[in-house]
């Protein structure tokens, strides 16, 4: 059954080609033919069920005010830097600080050790990068990650992120594997005075046998731990590999909740070479991951807990009626990823719409914009106190676990304009996240265009996290025409 015609790659030439995602078999295919490698056939999702409900989640945004590019339709991913015909504003942003590593893992996205020349931008055209972020429109990007390679391998990493933190990102993350925070106690201090927020610590398993480095992994936890700095666990995905330790990845995540804020999985994207054999015997896809999840935590966590980021846009409407300013939109692809929360108590977790009718809960937000669009200033606090009773009531929908706490945040935020509620929620909370990033075997342009991680590159573009590391390869180009001269 055809279910929508989007445009993709070939997986041998990268050109271009019509597209087809089709419902064969209950899974969700991508099909395409290259008039010189000819037919070919790939695993898109592999819960026909499940993508249908994520497809109800299905919201376009408006983009960037002023993009970098302006290209004709039909020139994705072939014009890139971020361009008018781009849907969606920046969430995160990256930004290599070099390829440089002291790790050589064989399913590096990066590929970082095998370049054979040095990418490490100077610190005034890492402040550049930073500031085409700072100067979108109509929202400044609000989170910034810096990542390689390994950015600890940079001497300057502290003053990097203090200089983010002065250009006004409220979020500043470093993604790393861990190996310099767990052999130097005074790095994790130094990042934390710095302004650093979030750590996103590479970590594929509990066991030596899925991570070889969990010793290592555990005493940076330890480092990060005694200077209270959030760490979020990424673990990348592979079928065969680890996929039968996400359930006691979770339960590790758990047991140190006190430092660790969430677990990102993220099922391993083929950006190098691979063969078939490789994609039938390695792949795996949300509804997979989700599907382990549930069965691997007896059902204490399920796949139906599980939302796509869009759910999320009635906040956004909600703050912008009620401020009057413009917010960033989660307006990334329904079908790029999935997360909830889950509360940590002491007789267990229990999801987030265990405690809330999570479905009603997002109605009410929603109506309660539409009566403030409608109402205007002299009507606001009647609509918001409206809106609040029936939020309180999605929340006492909830099968179990203590709703005064959920509501306790609800109403300091919305009603005390106290934001330090959220900080306190989050710590008695644990995000669950799944992100597939595409590779050429799966590419699905109409994700592309919606993307709201963007890689930021010396020459000013902003360029979306699946173009940049799969299809054209604009990380090897952009690599390559800033590598370091041999004196350097």
Request: net charge negative; charged share 25%.
């Amino acid at each position: 059954m055809l279910i929508k015609r989007t445009r993709s790659l070939c997986p041998t030439c990268n050109s271009v080609l019509d597209a087809e995602i089709v419902e064969e078999e209950g899974k969700i295919w991508l099909k395409r033919t290259c008039p010189v490698h000819g037919n070919f056939r790939h695993l898109y999702w592999s819960d026909a069920r499940m993508y249908h409900r994520f497809q109800e989640y299905d919201a376009v945004g408006n983009g960037i005010a002023n993009p970098q590019n302006t290209a004709p339709p039909g020139s994705c991913p072939t014009a890139c830097g971020i361009c008018n015909n781009h849907h969606s504003q920046t969430l995160l942003a990256n930004i290599d600080l070099t390829n440089r590593c002291n790790l050589d893992c064989d399913f590096c996205f990066a590929n970082a050790r095998a370049c054979g020349f040095i990418y490490e931008p100077s610190f005034d055209e890492i402040v550049g990068m930073m500031q085409v972020l700072r100067d979108e429109k109509p929202i400044p990007a609000p989170a910034v990650q810096f990542s390689g390679g390994e950015p600890t391998m940079r001497d300057d990493l502290p003053e990097i992120i203090k200089k983010a933190k002065a250009m006004g990102f409220p979020q500043v993350q470093i993604a790393t594997n861990g190996v310099k925070l767990a052999k130097d106690p005074a790095l994790a201090q130094q990042l934390k005075d710095a302004g650093l927020n979030t750590v996103y610590l590479h970590f594929d398993g509990v066991t030596l046998q899925t991570n070889p480095y969990i010793r290592i992994h555990e005493k940076a936890i330890e480092n990060l731990k005694k200077v209270g700095l959030g760490i979020v666990l990424v673990p990348t995905v592979i079928r065969g590999r680890n996929d039968n330790e996400l359930g006691d990845i979770i339960r590790f995540a758990v047991d140190h909740i006190s430092v660790v804020r969430g677990v990102n999985f993220q099922p391993i994207a083929f950006t190098g070479a691979a063969s078939d054999d490789d994609l039938l015997k390695s792949r795996i896809t949300i509804p997979d991951v989700l599907g382990d999840i549930e069965e691997q935590m007896g059902g204490v966590l399920r796949k139906d807990d599980f939302y796509p980021v869009p759910c999320v846009l009635p906040f956004s409407d909600l703050v912008e009626a009620y401020t009057g300013r413009p917010q960033v939109r989660f307006t990334a692809h329904q079908h790029c990823g999935a997360a909830t929360y889950v509360f940590v108590q002491e007789d267990g977790i229990v999801p987030i719409n265990r405690m809330v009718d999570v479905d009603s809960f997002f109605e009410s937000i929603e109506h309660m914009a539409e009566t403030l669009r409608k109402g205007g200033t002299i009507n606001k606090y009647k609509a918001l106190l409206e809106g609040v009773k029936s939020m309180h009531d999605s929340v006492k929908k909830g099968e179990q676990g203590n709703t005064t706490e959920f509501w306790k945040m609800i109403g300091k935020t919305l009603i005390g304009q106290n934001f330090d509620a959220l900080r306190e929620f989050h710590w008695n909370a644990l995000f669950i996240g799944i992100m597939h990033f595409m590779d050429k075997y799966n590419y699905d342009i109409e994700r592309v265009q919606r993307c709201c991680i963007h890689y930021a590159t010396p020459d000013g573009k902003l360029i979306p996290f699946c173009t940049y590391n799969s299809g054209p390869v604009y990380r090897e180009q952009v690599w390559k025409k800033f590598a370091k001269k041999q004196e350097e």
